[in-house]
């Protein structure tokens, strides 16, 4: 039987977890969340993503509580605002920049709100299918560093077997100054300061909002929410995750496709539905026996009367 959690904060990924494969939340999920909500429950969105391509879900579902942003290195307040952030070191910006371009990949800068690029390539185009807004060409991004912030880099434009390599490349030359990750979406490496990651910004927020982890479940699917569940007192993985984010949490849940957030609430948050009582309906009216027929006998047919009862005490 499962056990039901003092959970004060549910902190949810999005691509892969909350959304299914058509980028959207399914109906089960958005009434669960909303009765958590009832509840008194804050429910936290922590994504790899910016905060724009999250704004119409935050809408749709009627979150207004902060949230992490950009893989955890932009944290927003309920209105949008930015509460802190994170920026890459410029010389590893620029070596990861020209190390990936030389070798056949194209990159993505994360300004904020605004993704950048050198050119528009067809699978740069790719990440506004996640909701995302769309890559602006600004020409070579290296001219760019130190005018605009840069928060991470994503590299895409191989296989997973290359980029493998790349990340195994860039790690023994720039490794010091920077960390990498799977973010989930597309087939990618991103690029982080140092030190950084989605489960340090959602830590961050927890201090902030002053709710200890043990009363935070976490729920996601990518290598990217690995430290989601190593920051959080409860953690569920949807089974469609990775198997190392199946590995770091605490229960696997159904997948993305079949409202496995809503599953992990109902199962370990909200308390059990109790069948509604059915009334039960009594008639007051009380059913009275008619009193039996006095015998017509007269005194003189006693004997008849006596052989009539001891007839009827056998018949009994």
Request: hydrophobic content about 35%; some cysteine; overall charge negative.
């Amino acid at each position: 039987m499962d056990v039901k959690r003092d959970i004060k904060v549910i902190v949810v990924d999005l691509d892969g977890t909350l959304l299914n494969d058509d980028h959207k939340v399914s109906d089960r999920n958005k009434t669960v969340i909303k009765k958590a909500i009832d509840k008194g429950i804050q429910v936290v969105i922590a994504t790899g993503k910016t905060r724009a391509s999250a704004t119409p879900i935050l809408e749709e579902l009627g979150l207004n509580a902060p949230g992490v942003f950009v893989q955890g290195l932009m944290i927003c307040n309920a209105d949008g605002s930015v509460r802190s952030q994170q920026t890459l070191d410029n010389d590893a910006a620029r070596h990861a920049i020209q190390y990936a371009e030389s070798n056949g990949f194209e990159v993505i800068a994360y300004n904020g709100n605004r993704l950048v690029c050198k050119n528009m390539e067809d699978s740069i185009e790719k990440i506004a299918e996640f909701g995302e807004p769309m890559p602006e060409p600004i020409g070579p991004l290296v001219n760019h560093i130190g005018k605009i912030d840069m928060h991470k880099l994503i590299i895409v434009g191989g296989s997973a077997r290359k980029l493998k390599a790349l990340r195994w490349q860039l790690n023994q030359q720039i490794g010091t100054h920077v960390g990498f990750t799977d973010g989930g979406v597309l087939t990618s490496l991103e690029i982080l300061p140092k030190n950084t990651s989605k489960g340090r910004g959602v830590k961050t927020l927890l201090g902030q909002m002053n709710v200890n982890s043990e009363h935070v479940m976490g729920v996601g699917d990518a290598e990217n929410d690995v430290s989601l569940m190593e920051v959080v007192g409860f953690s569920v993985a949807v089974e469609n995750a990775a198997e190392a984010t199946k590995a770091a949490a605490d229960e696997v849940v159904s997948s993305n496709n079949d409202s496995g957030v809503a599953e992990a609430i109902e199962r370990f948050v909200l308390p059990d539905e109790k069948p509604a009582e059915t009334e039960t309906i009594t008639d007051d009216t009380s059913t009275t026996e008619e009193p039996k027929a006095e015998s017509d006998a007269t005194p003189s047919d006693t004997s008849a009367t006596e052989s009539n009862d001891s007839n009827s005490s056998e018949d009994d």
